[in-house]
């Protein structure tokens, strides 16, 4: 009976330390989990920011309203910068495509080459000399 009592009085140290080394490792991986997530989070809000900070506001041009910017922005025109290098003929495939095909895109391109180069002055005289988008 003696010795029952003494092995387990000596290996108590041994059950309080793999009770330690569980707590440590619980705590360890509710860190490690709380960081990931963290992580996660950050990185879907920086992906958010990139393509909110990678889109113009296409309707700024003179003809193009929210349904056409839509229509656009679904065939990945997103920027002026694309819209200025956007061929004419292949932005309105995506319009008739749409069921667009009253739009002419020649307007819009040469406003967005000014848009892109941010000379908002130029493309208000340029926007006045238009109706619908379009040279009157």
Not at 10 to 38: D, K, P, Q, V
Not at 74 to 81: K, N, Q, R, Y
């Amino acid at each position: 009976m003696v010795a029952i009592k003494d092995f387990v009085a000596n290996t108590a140290w041994l059950w309080y330390s793999l009770l330690a080394i569980l707590l440590l490792a619980a705590i360890w991986w509710a860190f490690r989990r709380e960081s990931t997530e963290r992580a996660t989070l950050e990185s879907e809000e920086g992906a958010h920011n990139e393509r909110k900070a990678s889109t113009d506001d296409l309707t700024k041009i003179e003809g193009i309203g929210p349904k056409v910017a839509r229509v656009l922005n679904d065939a990945g025109i997103t920027t002026f910068e694309m819209l200025a290098k956007a061929e004419a003929g292949e932005v309105q495939k995506v319009l008739n495509a749409a069921g667009l095909q009253m739009m002419n895109p020649e307007g819009w391109i040469e406003q967005a080459s000014l848009a892109e180069k941010g000379d908002w002055e130029g493309l208000e005289k340029l926007q006045d000399e238009l109706e619908g988008g379009r040279r009157k």
